[in-house]
């Protein structure tokens, strides 16, 4: 029979010791899942669908989240700031890959809003992602038809809203912006 003896138990001890300890600062520090304790609401994250860059105008119709999340989209990104018309679906995800957060809107998701609402909530969105670009944060907003008044996007992660909460737009901005940047952006 094969008798195992460790010529430096100590050693192995503490060498044991060590990589247990980096491995929890790493999990605590946002290694160790999707959910991330800095950001107390609740998500969804999807699965990675890939980052092909399609060539200009050439539209994707097979996002498993919407807004898209991941996944084949335009080789040219839109700028940073405040869009006021809508943007192809394909481009803001370009943006995310560079580390960006998307905040969609719809004024006529839900109930619809009157012209005077809609013009609020979008100077209220206008306000904050204008002062995060300023900051120098990678954040564009555009309009977008979907289910809910409000999404936020970063790379494979929504979160929707279906009124304006400056503070919970705030904390995804600081979390999620630049979290994924393959590309280093």
Known sequence: MFRFRLRHPRLFVATFVILAAAAAVVFLLGGGGDSRPDYPYSVQVFKDQGREHLPVGQPYDFYESNPPTSGPHSAQPAD?????????????VHNMEHGGVVIWYDCSAGVPLDDAQCRELRDQLAALVQSEVSAGKLVLMAPYGMEHRIALTAWRTLDTLDEFDAARIQAFIDHYERLFNPEGF
């Open 80 to 92: 940073w700031g405040v869009h006021d018309e809508p943007l192809p679906k394909e481009v803001p």
